[in-house]
């Protein structure tokens, strides 16, 4: 089976994990139940629960004590893109190749659905206590990488950065420290939450985090490269938007082949990093490298 033949079929697997844990849309407030469906099955690379996954894997993981955790920061991702689309932030009408949700729902519920995703994630991630009693110790440990990384020194203190600084030059250490939490943050989250809930030790996991701070640093760039180099076609939403809402991007702060320098430079960093470990996963390593050169 071809790499690509692969990612889709465990894509196809994480869309049905993400399928069971949604809420069934009942009651009088359904709508909600909707609105969150909607935005999470809006399709996407599935990148941070099949990271989790994988690394879940290469720590010898074995049951479905990973799976909540897998779908709870889908909802967290997809709460941040819920919430990024709105007009008071990046104001964007498609995602994916469709309408937002704020567009098809209305504003007001737009920040509603984002809320209950982020709620409901993490509802969702403490069913694995049920689930897996005896592995309490690792769920909650997870659980704090979990909502540590979503939190305000993680995704939020790194959109906040990102939204003071818009229309202003920032320089590279205030671009770094928002790539670093905007982006990495949920991707070392992923990562971490995989090798703990796997039972890797301590420095094991520390690599774990510094191997996906990489990956997300340059996934961020690689965004800042598509942003001016794709199509809105090819991308499923609108390009030079960085543009728009002038940002500082690495694209306009060093150029475009440089900026394409440092994703390789930093991705096969994190490859090296990965080979550290006496076991591997050889859809994991070429995943990371598939970053490198995605188009969208």
Do not use: W
């Amino acid at each position: 089976m071809s790499f690509k033949d692969e990612q889709a079929k465990k894509v196809h697997e994480i869309e049905e994990i993400l399928k069971k844990y949604l809420p069934a849309q009942e009651g009088h407030q359904k709508l909600i139940m909707e609105a969150m469906e909607y935005s999470v099955m809006a399709g996407g690379k599935r990148l941070r629960p099949m990271l989790m996954q994988e690394t879940y894997r290469l720590f010898g993981g074995d049951n479905k004590v990973v799976e909540p955790f897998m779908a709870a920061l889908e909802m967290i991702h997809t709460y941040s893109l819920v919430h990024d689309d709105l007009p008071a932030m990046d104001n964007d009408e498609y995602r994916r190749g469709r309408k937002t949700t704020h567009v098809v729902y209305g504003e007001a519920m737009g920040i509603l659905a984002g809320d209950a995703l982020l709620n409901y994630a993490f509802e969702t991630a403490a069913k694995a206590f049920t689930m897996y009693p005896e592995k309490s110790l690792e769920i909650g440990k997870a659980l704090q990488v979990l909502s540590g990384k979503a939190g305000i020194y993680g995704m939020i203190g790194g959109q906040v950065v990102d939204v003071e600084s818009a229309g202003k030059a920032v320089s590279k250490e205030v671009l770094d420290f928002i790539y670093e939490l905007k982006t990495s943050a949920l991707i070392e989250s992923a990562m971490m939450i995989g090798a703990i809930l796997a039972g890797a030790g301590g420095e094991a996991v520390k690599t774990v985090e510094k191997i996906a701070k990489n990956v997300g640093i340059a996934f961020q760039i690689q965004d800042d490269i598509l942003d001016v180099t794709s199509t809105a076609e090819v991308l499923g939403k609108p390009i030079l938007s960085d543009e728009k809402n002038e940002k500082t991007t690495y694209v306009t702060l060093v150029g475009l082949e440089k900026a394409k320098e440092y994703v390789e430079v930093i991705s096969m960093e994190a490859i090296e990093l990965l080979h550290c470990f006496e076991t591997e996963d050889m859809f994991l390593e070429e995943l990371l490298k598939s970053l490198i050169h995605r188009e969208k």
